[in-house]
């Protein structure tokens, strides 16, 4: 089992900058493919970004690529959330996740895959 805490969030203009942590417990970190996902009030839980056990396998959704960048330090037992350029739409509790994983190359894209889940950080992109 693992637990996570994450990190890293708060209030900033858009353009801004934040990033995110996201800590684990235990010592088999590097069997883990990691998710990052993002949620508004009465809203669904949508992945924002993915990385597989190894680090080597990485998924964005069209609305952040090319603005946020997630990776993983197995040797931290951490995954990050590079933010930049921030828009107000951005906004929104963000959760990391952690699933098992049997591939090293293998990230997951859907939240049904993910069993261990952080208690979430606020984030607030003010216009």
């Known amino acids: 089992q693992v637990q996570l805490v994450e990190s890293g969030g708060g209030l900033v203009q858009a353009g801004g900058s934040l990033r995110l942590s996201c800590a684990a417990s235990g010592r088999t970190f590097s069997s883990y493919a990691m998710g990052w996902f993002r949620q508004l009030p009465g809203k669904e839980r949508e992945l924002v970004a993915a990385i597989s056990r190894s680090g080597g396998s990485t998924y964005y959704a069209d609305s952040v690529k090319g603005r946020f960048t997630i990776s993983k330090s197995n040797a931290k037992t951490t995954v990050y959330l590079q933010m930049n350029s921030l828009k107000p739409e951005d906004t929104a509790v963000y959760y990391c996740?952690?699933?098992?994983?049997?591939?090293?190359?293998?990230?997951?894209?859907?939240?049904?895959?993910?069993?261990?889940w952080g208690q979430g950080t606020q984030v607030t992109v003010s216009s």
């Open positions: 996740a952690a699933t098992s994983a049997f591939s090293a190359s293998t990230y997951y894209d859907s939240s049904q895959a993910y069993d261990y």
